[in-house]
């Protein structure tokens, strides 16, 4: 889920990659169809407002927690982007113009990348105000598909080679191809 101050639904949408004209006003019951696409990639954007801050929703999919997007987001305002990962783990992140600002919490007081559900929604609705339930994001919400964006990588004998741009630090590096004898 991302929170974006004084940016529109519509405008969310743009950021995001998707063109607002597409999207629906649907009630997440509605949108079944739209998951059954983003199960087999890609994800479903719904996005609302409350407070002066407009909130995106995702289901299944985690475009709300890449840079890309939330640089794009943020860009002359600010972002807070929380994922709840597949491993338990929960990530929160805030956004200033375009980067990226320390703002995570920890129950422990400390910061660190991964905190409990719990705080990191309160640390949400301190800096926004906004405290949203299941009512709201069940209800009619601006709603529309994402596409998974085609990935990037560079041919190599036996394979595909990750550019380092793409690897998260610590990954390990692939070895050069071998060179003809």
């Known amino acids: 889920m991302t929170f974006t101050r004084h940016v529109s639904p519509d405008e969310v949408l743009r950021r995001y990659g998707v063109d607002p004209d597409a999207a629906r006003t649907l009630a997440r019951g509605e949108a079944s169809g739209l998951y059954d696409l983003a199960l087999r990639g890609g994800t479903v954007l719904r996005a609302g407002t409350a407070g002066g801050w407009s909130f995106c929703y ?42 990226r600002l320390d703002f995570e ?14 705080p990191a929604l309160r640390a949400i609705t301190r800096h926004t105000g906004v405290s949203l339930g299941a009512d709201d994001l069940e209800g009619p919400l601006l709603t529309a ?22 690897r998260p630090p610590g990954a390990i590096r692939p070895s050069p191809p071998a060179k003809p004898r």
């Open 58 to 99: 995702e289901d299944v999919g985690g475009a709300g927690s890449r840079p890309d997007a939330l640089g794009a987001l943020s860009r002359g305002t600010e972002t807070l982007s929380l994922l709840r990962g597949g491993d338990g783990t929960n990530h929160l992140a805030y956004w200033r113009d375009g980067e």
């Open 105 to 118: 919490i920890d129950p422990r007081g400390g910061t660190s990348r991964h905190t409990g559900l719990a």
């Open 145 to 166: 598909y994402l596409a998974e964006p085609a990935p990037r990588h560079s041919p190599v004998a036996g394979g595909t080679r990750t550019s380092a741009a793409e």
